[in-house]
């Protein structure tokens, strides 16, 4: 079942602080996240690993709520460079198979000057 | 090292016509996967490989067949194209699904009339 992301979109000025939330019903292994700019490819951005483990980008954090099966990117400071549109992929716990991730629909990021 | 690249880049079908959408990437990476992005959808898994001569199916596989005979391809055919399936496809490759990233090429934009 696809995880749900909040907000649909968000405008921001330079400087400001967002957060994208990603909500699953699933109990989840990991979540991934990636950020897409228009035309091209997904690129990495951060995994969360149940027990707490992270991989990912230096300026961006995340946090995983093993409990609620909930994750949120925290982007603060934004960059002209953030816009894009922002994925959760979660992988369950239990049944299908290591590494299949479910994408959420996406965030919509846009960063004005 | 290419990593992860996808011919061709763009395609025009015919209702009913079949084709293969080639896959290739350089890592070494045993898991590969294919996915379909649609307007408003999010990145939907079709089929995945977690090695050559091992492949399953993901979220919406009716009409596309795929195999692995080797580690660095991983083509995906489409059987009887069908206006639904006017999509850009994504190849993605991992050597760790659950915990490291997945690779994405750069996308095959298919229009089927």
């Known amino acids: 079942q696809q995880p749900v992301q909040s907000p649909q979109a968000v405008i921001l000025r330079e400087g400001e602080d967002a957060v994208i939330n990603c909500s699953s019903s699933?109990?989840?292994?990991?979540v991934h996240w990636y950020r897409q700019k228009h035309g091209e490819a997904p690129v990495f951005l951060m995994i969360l690993l149940k027990g707490g483990e992270q991989k990912g980008h230096e300026k961006i954090s995340a946090s995983f709520n093993e409990k609620k099966q909930q994750s949120s990117l925290y982007l603060t400071a934004s960059q002209l460079s953030y816009s894009g549109t922002y994925f959760c992929?979660?992988?369950?716990?239990?049944?299908?198979?290591?590494?299949?991730?479910?994408f959420g629909k996406g965030t919509k990021l846009s960063v004005k000057p | 090292n290419a990593g992860v690249t996808q011919t061709p880049k763009f395609q025009v079908l015919k209702t009913g016509q079949s084709m293969t959408l080639q896959c290739a990437q350089d890592?070494?990476?045993?898991?590969m996967s294919w996915y379909r992005q649609d307007p408003g959808m999010g990145l939907r898994l079709i089929h995945y490989s977690v090695g050559a001569g091992i492949t399953d199916q993901g979220e919406v596989p009716n009409g596309y067949n795929v195999s692995r005979s080797t580690t660095e391809d991983f083509p995906l055919r489409l059987l009887s194209a069908a206006p639904s399936q006017t999509s850009v496809y994504f190849c993605?490759?991992?050597?760790?699904?659950?915990?490291?990233?997945?690779?994405f090429g750069p996308g095959t934009r298919l229009t089927v009339l």
């Open positions: 890592m070494n990476h045993e898991y």
């Open positions: 992929g979660t992988e369950a716990e239990y049944g299908g198979s290591q590494g299949n991730l479910i």
């Open positions: 699933k109990a989840l292994y990991s």
């Open positions: 993605a490759s991992s050597a760790f699904p659950s915990t490291d990233t997945q690779y």
